[in-house]
T-cell receptor, first 110, second 114 residues
Framework: DQQVKQNSPSLSVQEGRISILNCDYT??????FLWYKKYPAEGPTFLIS?????DKNEDGRFTVFLNKSAKHLSLHIVPSQPGDSAVYFC?????????FGAGTRLTVKP | DAGVIQSPRHEVTEMGQEVTLRCKPI?????LFWYRQTMMRGLELLIY????????DSGMPEDRFSAKMPNASFSTLKIQPSEPRDSAVYFC????????????FGQGTRLTVV
């Protein structure tokens, strides 16, 4: 079963605007969440993470928000740049293993 | 460090043949993961090791799949016999400590079973 879900397979935004990628999870034991970015023909690379004791973590243009009661997290990219075009994976860990969502393909148009 | 190294990058094989995928994790990393990426399910965890010991293999789809980690610097994922539905990109990743830390991925092996 999919414990981590990314319901939007794709997202298209204009350069300079905000990109919001969403992720939902079902396992309440997850206590650490990560976002990975993947370019074609490459492995995923770590982008940003958040612990369950926080509800927000910011790193430059990237901010992750966590809503534990809703079991939902989101990644905000502001401003979006064409180089941000990639597949973004949400991941969650309960300290034993790490589960990934199906990914969202972000396209940032110039 | 060169990062996580996987080989081969591409593998095309006929149905029924044995396939072996290889992975060299980053030196000093205690955890090693094998993932399979498909369009429908994204990145599926197949199995992971801690200090060369398999911890959770519940994601391995069938008995046709097996994984080993004979030492800290090498792991294999074997499919025998292979089937067309095994076609996917297989990633190996390693992390320094617990799974609650950043995992570093290899470039993946694209497997095509015809």
């Amino acid at each position: 079963d999919q414990q981590v879900k990314q319901n939007s397979p794709s997202l298209s935004v204009q350069e300079g605007r905000i990109s919001i990628l969403n992720c939902d999870y079902t396992n309440s034991m997850f206590d650490y969440f990560l976002w990975y970015k993947k370019y074609p023909a490459e492995g995923p690379t770590f982008l940003i993470s958040i612990s369950s004791i926080k509800d927000k973590n910011e790193d430059g243009r990237f901010t992750v928000f966590l809503n534990k009661s809703a079991k939902h997290l989101s990644l905000h990219i502001v401003p979006s740049q064409p180089g941000d075009s990639a597949v973004y994976f949400c991941a969650a860990s309960d300290g034993n293993d790490m589960r990934f969502g199906a990914g969202t393909r972000l396209t940032v148009k110039p | 460090d060169a990062g996580v190294i996987q080989s081969p990058r591409h593998e095309v094989t006929e149905m029924g043949q044995e396939v072996t995928l290889r992975c060299k994790p980053i030196s000093g990393h205690d955890y090693l993961f094998w993932y399979r990426q498909t369009m429908m399910r994204g990145l599926e965890l197949l199995i992971y090791f801690n200090n060369n010991v398999p911890i959770d293999d519940s994601g391995m789809p069938e008995d046709r799949f097996s994984a080993k980690m004979p030492n800290a610097s090498f792991s294999t994922l074997k499919i025998q016999p292979s089937e067309p539905r095994d076609s996917a990109v297989y990633f190996c990743a390693s992390s320094l400590t617990s799974p609650n830390t950043e995992a570093f991925f290899g470039q993946g092996t694209r497997l095509t079973v015809v």
